[in-house]
């Protein structure tokens, strides 16, 4: 056999990274470069979950195997549609979900502190009851259900296309127990529930920005990135109403991407916690129940 060809499973990864280099595409949709892409890429070809790819990077693919690797690498070249939406599949904080076009691909900054259960900011005997607004695939629904084991959790989407990919998240992961799912605009279905903690990742790319995107977001439903002219329109909401949904003592967490910059401006008398991912990111902020009822006003537009 030709040499120069990949052979072992190492090759083949290597083989897609030049590939996805070559194309330019873009890698922000479960992984941020060429390399963890393509052994993405490979692994699942290979049926094989990330952490199990090292010990068979020996290995040499079966034909049918390599066929499939090549024509998942061609289709995401070809496509510029996320590798997620090919393989059906996202990894979120440790766990695999199922995903399709109907939902983004689970990404957000959140998962690093769901999996420490935001510590020191919670207090964990405190929480029995929780809110993910905004669910989209159930993914941080599912994510804080395993974190906090004996709360009930609420999940909420306007989409009952979002609805119906998390209701085969929430099944896959035994959750239904634990786990409601409910279709609403924000809180209007919710006026009388109260929660210890509310965690959201809504939409927040401004209008203008929507036409800058990668190729690749193009794919993702515009309902789950766009909000308005300034991106803030859901956050601001949320902000506005979250007080009344809150038990005395609560938290509200919510990741605001880019837009933190010129949420912070608007509201630059609000407490933000911004909380620091392992890799240095700010884009996820914490507000108490009590910060959130002093600066009601402000959110409600009234100051
Ligand atoms: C950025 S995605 C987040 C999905 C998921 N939480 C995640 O992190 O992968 C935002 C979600 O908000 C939903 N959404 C948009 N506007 C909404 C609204 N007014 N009320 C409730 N959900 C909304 C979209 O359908 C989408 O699923």
């Given at each position: 056999m030709d040499k120069t060809l990949p052979r072992t499973v190492a090759d083949f990864i290597g083989w897609t990274e030049r590939r996805f280099g070559e194309a330019g595409l873009y890698f922000?949709?479960?992984?941020?470069?060429a390399l963890d892409e393509a052994a993405w890429l490979v692994g699942s070809a290979l049926q094989l979950a990330p952490h199990e790819l090292d010990e068979h990077l020996a290995d040499e693919p079966t034909a049918a195997q390599r066929d499939a690797i090549r024509a998942l690498a061609q289709h995401r070249i070809a496509t510029r549609r996320p590798l997620a939406y090919l393989l059906k599949e996202a990894w979120f904080a440790g766990l695999k979900f199922y995903v399709d076009e109907r939902v983004i691909v689970p990404r957000s900054l959140t998962a690093e502190f769901i999996q420490e259960q935001f510590q020191p900011w919670?207090?964990?005997?405190?929480?029995h009851r929780i809110l993910d607004l905004?669910?989209?695939?159930?993914c941080m629904a599912v994510a804080l259900a395993y974190a906090f084991p004996g709360t009930r959790v609420d999940a909420t989407d306007i989409s009952s296309d979002a609805l119906a990919v998390a209701r085969i998240n929430v099944e896959n992961h035994g959750m239904g127990e634990r786990l409601r799912l409910i279709r609403s605009d924000l809180f209007s279905v919710l006026k009388n529930e109260r929660y210890d903690l509310i965690v959201t990742n809504p939409p927040y790319v401004a209008r203008a920005e929507m036409q800058t995107l990668?190729?690749?977001?193009?794919?993702?439903?515009a309902l789950a990135l766009e909000s308005g002219a300034t991106g803030l329109d859901a956050i601001v909401r949320i902000l506005a109403r979250a007080p009344e949904q809150l038990n005395p003592g609560g938290m509200l967490v919510a990741e605001v991407g880019n837009s933190g910059v010129v949420l912070q401006e608007k509201f630059p008398a609000v407490p933000f916690t911004w909380l620091t991912t392992s890799?240095?990111?700010?884009?996820v902020f914490l507000l108490t129940r009590e910060q959130l009822q002093q600066h009601q006003a402000r959110f409600a537009g009234v100051l």
């Open positions: 922000g949709h479960g992984t941020d470069n919670i207090e964990i005997a405190q929480v905004c669910t989209g695939s159930g990668p190729l690749e977001y193009r794919h993702e439903p890799s240095g990111d700010e884009s």
